[in-house]
């Protein structure tokens, strides 16, 4: 038997579950099966029909599951989650990682600045309820780390940017402190840079299998699939596969936290309708004109707005049409049945 609160479970959560059933923390999701944590050590069970039928659908990594047997029967509520859209041209979400305390944005410190990328992610994360970090890798390759970690936190506002190397162990310490016993992180990013090795230098051993570095130092992502890794301190680790694109998921909310020194700014136009171009009394404009602002973070800000809004809109529309077709076959199943 084991201490599930070493796996993040808290007695409230006690009242989610259905009678007769027993919890388990969902560790990896394969097809058609479910590797879960539970009181009597790791198992693997297969996930009920219903499960799916939720939106978004299915168990993820970090859902808490109620067992019954050998069958998960119930997902229990989630109190935070990383969630995207899923890649392509659609609009269903993806949750990524559920019931978080920290999310780790992870970049390396190689190669050229890439703030918009990690705005993006910080978009996504303020928005999963869990507490955002950014993490940049392979301190030890780079010439100057802290002006490196300046360039980042000035746009990585209210959130802790911290230097590591899985090499020297540099900042090692720091990310551990964020996970003490119980507590769960998911580290994000996309392929190269770094993350698997950074999992395997948290657990001090062979999490996840890595290739050689690259002739312009950075790394090839060997992750396949979201799984959740318990460290020698307690906490609970989720590396997660590179992301090639990350989509944001009606995300207008993160987004004016990401950039809420953009938006702050935006309020004070004179102009409620401003679109921060020509406008007389834009103080967005104005920022940019005398320095305070640098205009590829508005630009970024006006495109992650407006992709949210996109986005919102397509999901709206998905409802709806959900809905009228709810409607019409109830409608027909009333004309093709009309004495029942």
């Known amino acids: 038997m084991t201490d599930l609160s070493a796996s993040g479970w808290t007695p409230d959560r006690a009242a989610e579950l259905p009678p007769g059933t027993a919890p388990g923390r969902v560790s990896r999701v394969d ?15 297969h996930p009920a029909a219903a499960l799916y039928d939720a939106d978004p659908g299915g168990p993820a990594v970090g859902d808490w599951v109620a067992i019954r047997g050998e069958l998960a ?25 559920a019931n978080l305390d920290v999310v780790l944005v992870v970049d390396a410190l190689i190669g050229e600045t890439r703030l918009r990328r990690v705005e993006r992610y910080l978009a996504v994360a303020w928005s999963s309820g869990a507490t955002p970090v950014v993490v940049l890798t392979k ?18 506002l ?20 964020l996970l003490g016993p119980g507590r ?22 062979t999490l996840v299998a890595t290739r ?16 959740l890794h318990v460290l020698p301190g307690g906490g609970l680790l989720v590396d997660t596969p590179g992301m090639r694109e990350l989509g944001l998921y009606d995300d207008t909310e993160g987004v004016g936290t990401a950039y809420a020194d953009v938006a702050l700014l935006a309020a004070e ?33 006006r495109k992650l707005q407006a992709e949210a809004h996109r986005q919102l809109l397509r999901v709206d529309a998905r409802a709806r049409a959900a809905e009228h077709a709810r409607v019409r076959a109830f409608h027909r199943s009333l004309r093709d049945q009309p004495h029942r």
Not at 73 to 89: D, H, I, K, N, Q
Not at 189 to 200: C, E, F, M, T
């Open 31 to 45: 097809r058609g099966l479910l590797s879960v944590l539970t009181a009597a050590g790791d198992a693997r069970v």
């Open 269 to 301: 136009c004179r102009f409620r309708d401003c679109r921060h171009r020509t406008e007389p009394g834009c103080a967005v404009a104005a920022a940019i004109v005398d320095g305070r602002l640098d205009p590829a973070r508005m630009v970024a800000w």
């Open 73 to 97: 029967v119930a997902v229990l509520p989630r109190r935070s989650a990383f969630v995207r859209t899923v890649a392509g041209r659609t609009s269903a979400a993806q949750v990524v990682a």
């Open 212 to 227: 050689e570095i690259r002739d312009d130092g950075r790394g090839r992502h060997t992750t396949t699939a979201r799984e």
């Open 158 to 177: 209210g959130v802790r940017v911290l230097a590591v190397s899985a090499v020297t162990g540099e900042g090692l310490d720091d990310v551990r402190a």
């Open 139 to 156: 301190a030890d390759l780079c010439d100057d780390v802290p002006a490196a970690v300046e360039l980042v936190a000035e746009d990585a």
């Open 184 to 205: 769960t992180a998911a580290m994000v990013g996309p392929s190269g840079v770094g993350k698997s090795s950074l999992a395997n230098a948290l657990a001090g051993r």
